[in-house]
C-alpha cells in the first residue's frame, strides 16, 4: 500500500460545484503539502501545513481551502471549481531532517 | 524572477546514451538544497537524488549524478547509459533552509524537461 494515499484519483466536475481532495498518510510526517501541476508550470504550492493546528498559504491558495483533520489526514477544497483549476494536484509530506517531500499518487481533476 | 529554470522543455536520446538535463536557480539563502525528481507517463513524483549546498562532492546515486556548479547556481542531473524505462518528465527543486526557516521543507519547482529515450 502507498505510504501517502490521494483520493479521488481522477474526478470530472461541473464550474460551481464543491469538490473536495483527500489525502492520508502512513509515514507518520508532521508536514503536509497540496502542490498543483500544470503542464510548463512545474508544482506550484497551495497549502502547506506543519501539524494540526498549523495551515499555510503556499503560492497560488486564492480558490483553495484545507483542512488538517488528523495528524494522518489534510483535505483540499475547491468551493466553486471553475475550469481554470483543471489540474493534476499533488499532496505530500516530508520528513522535518532531510527535506525530501514523499508524493501521493496524484488527483487529476476536470473542471468543464 | 524564476527560482529554478529548466530551459530544455523536452528532448529525446539515444538508448545506452548518456543525456544532461539543465536546471540553474536562484537563491541568496548560503543553505539549500537541490532535489531531482521523475514523473513517468503513470504520475508519479518519483525522488532521484539530492545536493546540498555544503555538500563538497557532487551527488551520485546509482545511474544518475548530479553536475553540481555552485557559483554558476546550476545543477544539472546526468543520467547515464539510458534505458527506456527512463522516459520521463523529470523536475529540479530547491529547498531553501534558512530565510525561510518558516516555511518549513517547501520546495520550488521548476517547469520540467520531458526525456524520451529512443530504442
Known amino acids: 500500500d502507498a505510504d501517502v494515499t490521494q483520493t479521488p484519483r481522477n474526478r470530472i466536475t461541473k464550474t460551481g460545484k464543491r469538490i473536495m481532495l483527500e489525502c492520508s498518510q502512513t509515514?507518520?510526517?508532521?508536514?503536509m503539502y497540496w502542490y498543483r501541476q500544470d503542464p510548463g508550470l512545474g508544482l506550484r504550492l497551495i497549502y502547506y501545513?506543519?501539524?494540526?493546528?498549523?495551515?499555510n498559504k503556499g503560492e497560488i491558495s486564492d480558490g483553495y481551502s484545507v483542512s488538517r483533520q488528523a495528524q494522518a489526514k489534510f483535505s483540499l477544497s475547491l468551493e466553486s471549481a471553475i475550469p481554470n483549476q483543471t489540474a493534476l494536484y499533488f499532496c505530500?509530506?516530508?520528513?522535518?531532517?532531510?527535506?525530501?517531500?514523499?508524493f501521493g499518487e496524484g488527483s487529476r481533476l476536470t473542471v468543464l | 524572477a524564476q527560482k529554478i529554470t529548466q530551459t530544455q522543455p523536452g528532448m529525446f536520446v539515444q538508448e545506452k546514451e548518456a543525456v544532461t538535463l539543465d536546471c540553474t536557480y536562484d537563491?541568496?539563502?548560503?543553505?539549500?538544497?537541490l532535489f531531482w525528481y521523475k514523473q513517468p507517463s503513470s504520475g508519479e513524483m518519483i525522488f532521484l537524488i539530492y545536493?546540498?549546498?555544503?555538500?563538497?562532492q557532487n551527488a551520485t546515486e546509482g545511474r544518475y549524478s548530479l553536475n553540481f556548479q555552485k557559483a554558476r547556481k546550476s545543477a544539472n542531473l546526468v543520467i547515464s547509459a539510458s534505458q527506456l524505462g527512463d522516459s520521463a518528465m523529470y523536475f529540479c527543486?530547491?529547498?531553501?533552509?534558512?530565510?525561510?526557516?518558516?516555511?518549513?521543507?517547501?520546495?520550488?519547482f521548476g517547469g520540467g524537461t520531458r526525456v524520451l529515450v529512443k530504442p
Open positions: 545536493q546540498g549546498s555544503y555538500d563538497q
Open positions: 537563491t541568496s539563502d548560503p543553505s539549500y538544497g
Open positions: 509515514k507518520g510526517h508532521d508536514r
Open positions: 501545513s506543519f501539524d494540526v493546528k498549523d495551515i
Open positions: 527543486a530547491m529547498r531553501e533552509y534558512q530565510l525561510i526557516k518558516a516555511a518549513g521543507n517547501k520546495l520550488t
Open positions: 505530500a509530506t516530508s520528513d522535518q531532517s532531510t527535506g525530501e517531500l514523499f
